[in-house]
């Protein structure tokens, strides 16, 4: 199979005979003399095939990648292991598109894998409906604190300070232009503080926006911050994590009304930070205040199995004052990606990848306590896969030391947290062996 087909000299003669052309100037006729480019454009000579991959090798080879370096870092992106069918399967060219089925009867295959994608995320979350994918999590919790504002009728949301820093600035700023009161509940000892957030309860808020785990790794008490809201009547959002939902009990059983989250670690590749892919699951009742499309099962004129767009409540299919998101594009590759993944690995496979990563994060963290080097950042703390600990030496510097050894050390929370600095947070996946956990503690226990 070729990687590009050529286009010959006498390959364009023969179309431009076949539209009634005598010369490339004709086809462009219409286009006026002074818009035309007079020069040739400022490129470099075409290479043979070999040579521009050479090239293009000598290029990327400049990056450092993950082939070569051992990754602990997380923070909202993860190095977890993708099997080698997942690409085979989604690079087919009937997957191969991110675009909206519009047409059912043409679109069986594309509105299946989204429909199979949605009934396994609402197995995971504990919902009763999922949609057909957002942008990212910061964008489903973002939708997530509109609808649930729009369902109570309230415009205040409280939002744990735990939640990852991008995804609570891009709550901010949907709120902001929604007339949306926000505030921030602080942390203690690294999980919400309860205490804080019974005091701010009261009738004038929508919703209460919780991640489990949350930002720090730490995993949240959900079912008692469900008791509180309950008692005001707010909604529950809970941005979640799916590997540590398959070990942990469905925010959905806990009290939750609506969960969301972010899908890159279900198959989808780190890639520098993008495309991602958010999941955003509900109870029925909040379906039609959901964003985006849902696709539903039915049955066509012979009785046949059959998938169509049930709920489309986009402003493209809708009146704009009516539409509950303009949400105007979808990353249903990404979610197919999620999807095959899931059916690949199986209820089993999700559990023992999550319960590898869960018993090699907490190998690291107390090989990494042993160096005396650092110590637990939130003391006692419960965590899944990631973890936080207070650095003897700056994190930068000890980030480049690792670098030179190349280890992508943790995240700097002294970046966003500016009363965790020294904080270094730290991640494991069930990528990472035991020899790449005691080589990190090594280099990093070392002296500057």
Known sequence: M??????????????LRSLGFGCMEELFADIPEEARLKRPLD???????????????????????????????????????IPSVI??????????????PYQPEISQGTLQSIFEYQSMICELTGMDVANASMYDGASALAEAALCACAASRRAKILISAAVHPEYRKTVAAYCRFNSIEVEEIPFANGSVDLAFLAQKLDD?????????????GIIEDVAAVS??????????????????????????R?????????????????????????????????????PGRIVGQTTDTEGKRGFVLTIQTREQHIRRQKATSNICSNQALCALTAAVY????????????????????RYAYEKLLETGRFAPLFPDAPFFAEFALKAREPVEKLNQRLLKEK??????????????????????????????????????????
């Open 87 to 100: 690409g085979h399967l989604v690079s087919r060219q009937e997957f191969l598109t991110a675009y909206t």
């Open 342 to 361: 899931m059916t690949v690995m199986g209820k089993e496979g999700l559990r023992e990848a999550a319960r590898l990563s869960l018993a090699k994060a």
């Open 2 to 15: 070729h990687r590009y087909s050529g286009n010959t000299a006498a390959g364009q003669e023969e179309m």
């Open 43 to 81: 490129l470099p000579a075409p290479l043979a095939e070999q040579d521009l991959i050479k090239k293009i090798s000598a290029l990327a080879a400049q990056n450092a990648s993950l082939d070569e370096y051992t990754c602990f870092l997380g923070a909202g992106a993860y190095d977890w292991h």
């Open 254 to 290: 806990l009290g939750a009304d609506i969960v969301v989250g972010e899908g890159q670690a279900l198959g989808n590749s780190m890639a520098f930070g993008g495309p991602h892919v958010g999941f955003f699951a509900a109870k029925e009742k909040y379906l039609r205040r959901m």
């Open 227 to 252: 008791a509180l809201t309950r008692k005001t009547k707010a909604l529950l959002v809970v941005c979640a994590d799916p590997f540590a939902l398959a070990l942990l009990e469905a925010p959905g």
């Open 407 to 448: 280890i992508i050390g943790g995240f700097d929370l002294g970046r966003e947290y500016t009363q965790l600095a020294g904080g270094w947070l730290v991640a494991c996946t069930e990528k990472r062996s035991k020899e790449e956990i005691d080589f990190l503690a090594g280099k990093a226990g070392e002296r500057a």
């Open 204 to 216: 004038a808020v929508g919703a209460v926006l919780l991640a489990q785990p949350n930002f720090f």
